[in-house]
């Protein structure tokens, strides 16, 4: 009698690996430059932007009514010392303070409120962009992608962007127009020297 065949245990074929990703796939995973960055985000949030000049005009605002406040204590400092230790008009230093104080307030109030408002609207429409994208790639888009990836770059990647427009926009413009402003009335109030060295002081810090 002829033995029976010994059944074949070995597979037929290899198991077949996913392929390495493309190039591409690889070039649009990788992160954006950060000038690239900001330039796709303002685009995205160009409709609700206006409301961030009066976030950058308050802020200007109020940096004055503070710079005011340190001016104005100066001089009462140096005008009671120049006539001989006479007292300055306290009262009306005193209400002039109040007010500057009361209006830097304010507006500190309102450049966050626009800033905010801005930046909350993006958000929204950033988040309606992501998903405007992703979704008529659905499923080969997402096959393979944590979903709890995907849910982070919803939420927590996107409010980051929060601070790009509510903290960020507002004072690097200011930064630039108030120190202009100041050594200007500086310079058309007490001189070019004293704008001069000002200005000095400003570039020393930065």
Same mark, same amino acid.
């Given at each position: 009698?002829?033995?029976?065949?010994?059944?074949?245990?070995?597979?037929?074929?290899?198991?077949?690996?996913?392929?390495?990703?493309?190039?591409?796939?690889?070039?649009?995973?990788?992160?954006l430059?950060?000038?690239?960055?900001?330039?796709?985000?303002?685009?995205?949030?160009?409709?609700?932007?206006?409301?961030?000049?009066?976030?950058?005009?308050?802020?200007?605002?109020?940096? =004055? @009514?503070? &710079?005011?406040? $340190?001016?104005?204590?100066?001089?009462?400092?140096? *005008?009671? #010392? !120049?006539?001989? /230790?006479?007292?300055?008009?306290?009262?009306?230093?005193?209400?002039?303070m109040?007010?500057?104080?009361?209006?830097?307030g304010?507006?500190?109030?309102?450049?966050?409120?626009?800033?905010?408002?801005?930046?909350?609207?993006? =958000? @929204?429409? &950033?988040?309606? $962009?992501?998903?405007?994208?992703?979704?008529?790639? *659905?499923? #080969? !888009?997402?096959? /393979?992608?944590?979903?709890?990836?995907?849910?982070?770059?919803?939420?927590?990647?996107?409010?980051?962007?929060?601070?790009?427009?509510?903290?960020?926009?507002?004072?690097?413009?200011?930064?630039?127009?108030?120190?202009?402003?100041?050594v200007?009335?500086?310079?058309?109030?007490?001189?070019?020297?004293?704008?001069?060295?000002? #200005?000095?002081?400003?570039?020393?810090?930065?």
């Amino acid at each position: 009698m002829t033995p029976p065949p010994v059944p074949n245990t070995q597979p037929t074929s290899k198991p077949t690996m996913p392929p390495p990703p493309s190039a591409a796939n690889a070039a649009a995973q990788s992160p954006l430059p950060p000038a690239v960055l900001r330039r796709r985000l303002l685009a995205i949030a160009r409709p609700v932007m206006a409301p961030l000049g009066w976030s950058i005009l308050s802020r200007i605002v109020g940096l =004055l @009514a503070g &710079i005011a406040m $340190f001016g104005l204590g100066g001089w009462a400092v140096g *005008a009671a #010392a !120049a006539s001989g /230790g006479a007292t300055p008009p306290v009262g009306q230093i005193a209400v002039v303070m109040v007010v500057l104080a009361l209006v830097k307030g304010g507006a500190r109030y309102a450049e966050q409120f626009a800033g905010h408002y801005v930046a909350f609207k993006a =958000l @929204a429409r &950033i988040r309606l $962009f992501f998903y405007d994208a992703l979704e008529p790639q *659905a499923p #080969a !888009a997402i096959d /393979g992608r944590s979903t709890g990836d995907l849910l982070s770059r919803l939420t927590k990647d996107v409010d980051r962007v929060e601070v790009f427009f509510a903290h960020t926009l507002a004072p690097a413009i200011t930064a630039l127009l108030v120190p202009l402003a100041t050594v200007g009335f500086i310079g058309a109030t007490l001189g070019l020297w004293p704008a001069l060295v000002l #200005a000095g002081g400003l570039a020393l810090v930065g």
